[in-house]
């Protein structure tokens, strides 16, 4: 009787100092805590519209060439007051652009609108790259052009 009773007494401990150790720290973010509209956003604009609008929404994704239409440049476009009117282009569509009603809801529509705000805005920050300014000319290359 006497074992039965230190049995139990130690399985208890385990159980409690199991439990104790696998209890998540405040500090880190749960493995199924819901993405922040932000993470959301950016999710969607990668996996649906990236390849045509570009990673800065100047419509100069990898598609956009191998498409018949334009793709329009849509930095600085959207606004508080055209938000809506842009939420309902891309759940329904327009001209060459798909609807997206069946991937994802309004709300969502909204957190990708506004990552693609967010990603137009920061490419226009930034200074241009090499590849748009001309190169300086060298001794080199002076040579040749005289």
């Given at each position: 009787m006497?074992m ?5 007494i130690v ?9 104790a ?6 500090s880190?973010k749960?493995?199924n ?12 604009y990668e996996r649906?519209c ?15 060439a ?5 793709i ?6 959207i ?5 809506e009117?842009?939420?309902t282009?891309?759940q ?6 798909p609807g ?14 506004r ?14 790259t090499?590849?748009?300014t ?8 002076k040579?040749?052009?005289?």
């Amino acid at each position: 009787m006497q074992m039965r009773r230190v049995f139990q007494i130690v399985t208890m401990l385990c159980v409690l100092v199991g439990t104790a150790s696998a209890a998540p720290s405040s500090s880190k973010k749960k493995k199924n805590a819901r993405p922040t509209d932000a993470e959301r956003g950016s999710e969607l604009y990668e996996r649906h519209c990236v390849q045509c609008h570009g990673a800065t929404a100047d419509g100069k994704g990898p598609m956009a060439a191998a498409l018949v239409s334009e793709i329009p440049n849509l930095r600085g476009v959207i606004s508080k007051d055209t938000l809506e009117k842009y939420v309902t282009v891309v759940q329904r569509g327009q001209n060459s652009m798909p609807g997206f009603e069946l991937s994802f809801d309004k709300h969502d529509t909204r957190r990708v609108l506004r990552e693609l705000t967010r990603r137009g805005a920061e490419a226009e920050k930034a200074p241009e790259t090499a590849e748009e300014t001309p190169p300086a000319a060298t001794d080199a290359t002076k040579d040749v052009v005289q």
